[in-house]
Nanobody, 122 residues
């Protein structure tokens, strides 16, 4: 069993920055691909950023150059630094993982956190 808990969301103005944190408990964290997803009102959940076990990353086109995902395997933590936030970034952000790398990067992960809300006003 893997438990994921997100924190760091809030209400900010356009152009501001936030850092989201995800604390993971369970075995073999360092062997799992981690991802940040978001779901906005009226839209489907989408992958924002993913990070592999060796630290390679990928990003949605809409956040590339603005968001940075990172992980600290010693602390069982994954982070999402969000710079230059826009109103269209408003969503509930979820941390997720799966033993299968393709489930995080191209599909639907098995383990999810409870989500943290990010609201960006113009």
């Amino acid at each position: 069993q893997v438990r994921l808990v997100e924190s760091g969301g809030g209400s900010v103005q356009a152009g501001d920055s936030l850092r989201l944190s995800c604390s993971a408990s369970g075995r073999t964290f360092s062997n799992y691909v981690m991802g940040w997803f978001r779901q906005a009102p009226g839209k489907e959940r989408e992958l924002v950023a993913g990070i592999t076990t060796d630290g390679s990353t990928n990003y949605a086109d809409s956040v590339k150059g603005r968001f940075t995902i990172s992980r600290d395997n010693a602390k069982n933590m994954v982070y999402l630094l969000m710079n230059s936030l826009k109103p269209e970034d408003t969503a509930v952000y979820y941390c997720a993982t799966d033993p299968r790398p393709q489930a995080v990067l191209y599909g639907t992960p098995f383990y999810w956190g409870q989500g943290t809300q990010v609201t960006v006003s113009s």
